[in-house]
Antibody
Framework: QVQLVQSGAEVKKPGASVKVSCKASGDTFTNYYIHWVRQAPGQGPEWMGIINPGGYRMTYAPKFQGRVTMTRDTSTSTVYLQLSSLRSEDTAVYYC???????????????WGQGTLVTVSS | DIQVTQSPSSLSASVGDRVTFSCRASQSISTYLNWYQQKPGKAPKLLIYAASSLQSGVPSRFSGSGSGTDFTLTISSLQPEDFATYYCQQSYSTPITFGQGTRLEIK
C-alpha cells in the first residue's frame, strides 16, 4: 500500500497560482493513478482530475480546464497540482488520492493524503 | 455531467439503530457507485465501492446495494464512531461527481 504526504498550507492572493505536492512512499509510485479532490469549507468533495501512473495522460474536470495542471516526478515519487488564476472560491482543502493501476476501471481511490489548505484572500 | 443526489441531507439516530442513506444518479451508472465516510478535519474514507463491495478493513455492519440509478448504504447497528457525514460518488464517467452528503447526527 502507498502513503501520501502533502505539502503545507498556502495563502495566496487572487490571480496568483499555487502548486501543491503529494509525495508517495511505501509502494511503487508508478503503480498508482492519482486523483485530486478539493473540498471548500462546509461543502462536499469536488473532483478535479486524475493523472496516470506514467504521468503522460491527464483527465481534468471541465470546470478546471485551462487553469489546472497535474504533473508527476517519478524520480522523487511526487505528484503536483498547480492551479492558476486563483479566486476566493478556490479556498479549499486539496487532497491527493491514489488507486492501484491493477484495480478495475472505475475503482475509486482508497489511499488519501492528509489534505492541504489553500486560502485565497487579498 | 452525471448528477448524484443524496437524501436525506441530515439524519438523527441513536446507537444501535439501523439507518439507510439513499443516492440517486441522473442517468444509469451500472454499479459504479461508491460510498465514503468523512469526519471533521479528516480525508474521506472509502467504505463501499462498486455499489456493494466492502472495502478492506471496514466493519461488516456497513453494506451497500443498488444498480442503475438508485443506491442505498445501510448501517445495520449504529456505533458511536459512525456519526459522521456520508457521501456517494459516481465513477462511471468523468468528471467524477459526489453527492452533497448526508450528515448523521446523534439523537
Amino acid at each position: 500500500q502507498v502513503q501520501l504526504v502533502q505539502s503545507g498550507a498556502e495563502v495566496k492572493k487572487p490571480g496568483a497560482s499555487v502548486k501543491v505536492s503529494c509525495k508517495a512512499s511505501g509502494d511503487t509510485f508508478t503503480n498508482y493513478y492519482i486523483h485530486w479532490v478539493r473540498q471548500a469549507p462546509g461543502q462536499g468533495p469536488e473532483w478535479m482530475g486524475i493523472i496516470n501512473p506514467g504521468g503522460y495522460r491527464m483527465t481534468y474536470a471541465p470546470k478546471f480546464q485551462g487553469r489546472v495542471t497535474m504533473t508527476r516526478d517519478t524520480s522523487t515519487s511526487t505528484v503536483y497540482l498547480q492551479l492558476s488564476s486563483l479566486r476566493s472560491e478556490d479556498t479549499a482543502v486539496y487532497y491527493c488520492a491514489g488507486v492501484s493501476s491493477a484495480a478495475a476501471a472505475g475503482t475509486p481511490p482508497d489511499y488519501w493524503g492528509q489534505g492541504t489548505l489553500v486560502t485565497v484572500s487579498s | 455531467d452525471i448528477q448524484v443526489t443524496q437524501s436525506p441531507s441530515s439524519l438523527s439516530a441513536s446507537v444501535g439503530d439501523r439507518v439507510t442513506f439513499s443516492c440517486r444518479a441522473s442517468q444509469s451508472i451500472s454499479t459504479y457507485l461508491n460510498w465514503y465516510q468523512q469526519k471533521p478535519g479528516k480525508a474521506p474514507k472509502l467504505l463501499i465501492y462498486a455499489a456493494s463491495s466492502l472495502q478492506s478493513g471496514v466493519p461488516s455492519r456497513f453494506s451497500g446495494s443498488g444498480s442503475g440509478t438508485d443506491f442505498t448504504l445501510t448501517i445495520s447497528s449504529l456505533q458511536p464512531e459512525d456519526f459522521a457525514t456520508y457521501y456517494c460518488q459516481q465513477s462511471y464517467s468523468t468528471p467524477i461527481t459526489f453527492g452533497q452528503g448526508t450528515r448523521l447526527e446523534i439523537k
